[in-house]
């Protein structure tokens, strides 16, 4: 085969055979060359002329054939090529839009994590995410809550402050706080933690004061249900002369002194007839025992000589009597009478001033500063709590801090013992598992009653 280059095109194409092409494009100048023969010559000729032409025509015929036939093939093979390319293209298209599914699988995927379905993706995303704000979630977390406990130690501090917290009085608090080998307890860490914040806080207003003061007789009346007064007596002359000999010593004392003092002399008429010296023996276990005979001998004779034998339910004329004060006067009004009073003792007008209700020393004047803070009937069961709570848990000397139910009220919390083991060692009466102060106490006092004397 010949290949003749199409040089305008630059492509190569495929000759005819050189034979061939002589044979389907003989010359003119071939036939025109030859002698003319005769008739049969002639005819012979043409009979060879026709048999060139038509050998001519199959070689023609022949190499058109084989001609297609090696297009066809080229051209299959162009096609089988194709094929290839194309299942190349195909399978890598494939491949391709495969990868593709893949990835929008993982696209899908993700987003369907994205969307919420919790896939992996989406959990990576979302840790991912965590990651990048779950630093700022988490400050935003414990910022916030923070801020909550801010909040709610906020209203603590304010009514530990309003409550009851002098600047003094938590400063003081705090120093007992931090001394070492001292924790308070849970329910009473609040006035601790307060304490600092109360430096900063505002006076406590007179309303806040008044709230403050009736939540801790709520809190005692919780503490305290069967709160009552802790003198045995059985009418209201026993009374009074058992508030009198109560004088410097312990309702214990008196109780084991005056039953013996009630028998022998058991009406004013009785006992303002008696012998001096055999009423001083008798109430000698009280103490101040010739001073106490003055007055109880001169009380049973001004209410045998004034008021008929009976005693007066009358403020005015209670204090007329010898040796009877405001003190007394209200014990027997409100345990006797009916009538509400405080009873302003040692214990009341120390624990009023580790609460912060008032300020003052003098009875008189602590009286008229509580009594301003609660109702009036609200007075006499108040003085039982108070007195009740400054006998078992908050002590002159050692307060019970650590085992007092109101300490988160309380701004003097810290003056006492903090740590609740050895608070609790110092609670007394029932409250320390002890006996009671009365021989015979009310019957839902939870208690045990007092030993008669002698017998402790
Ligand atoms: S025992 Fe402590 S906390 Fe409780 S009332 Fe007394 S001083 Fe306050």
Known sequence: MVVRRNSAMGE???????????ATNPTPDGAAGQPTPTKAAAKKATGTAAKKVAVAKKATAAKKATAAKKTADVKEAAVGKGTVAAKKTADVKGTAAGKETVAAKKTADVKGTAAGNGTVAAKKTADVKGTAAGNGTVAAKKATVEKKTAAVKAP??????????GAAAAKKAAAKKAAPGKSAPASTAAPAKSAPATKAAKPESRTALVRRARRINRELADVYPYAHPELDFENPFQLLLATVLSAQTT????????PALFAKYPTPEDLAAANPEEVEELIRPTGFFRAKTKSIMGIATALRDEFGGEVPGRLEDLVKLPGVGRKTAF???????????????????????RWKWTDETDPDKVEAAVGALFPKSEWTMLSHRVIFHGRRICHSRRPACGACPI??????YGEGETDPEKAKKLLKYEKGGMPGQRLKPPPDYPGRPAPPLGAE
């Open 331 to 353: 014990v027997v009004l409100g345990n006797a009478f009916g009538v509400p009073g405080l009873t302003v003792d040692t214990h009341f007008g120390r624990l009023v001033r």
């Open 407 to 412: 300490a988160p009220l309380c701004p003097a």
């Open 12 to 22: 190569q194409v495929a000759a005819e055979p050189e034979n061939a092409t002589k």
């Open 156 to 165: 603590v501090v304010a009514k530990g402050t309003v409550a009851a917290k």
């Open 251 to 258: 309702d214990l004392r008196v109780n084991q002194t005056t």
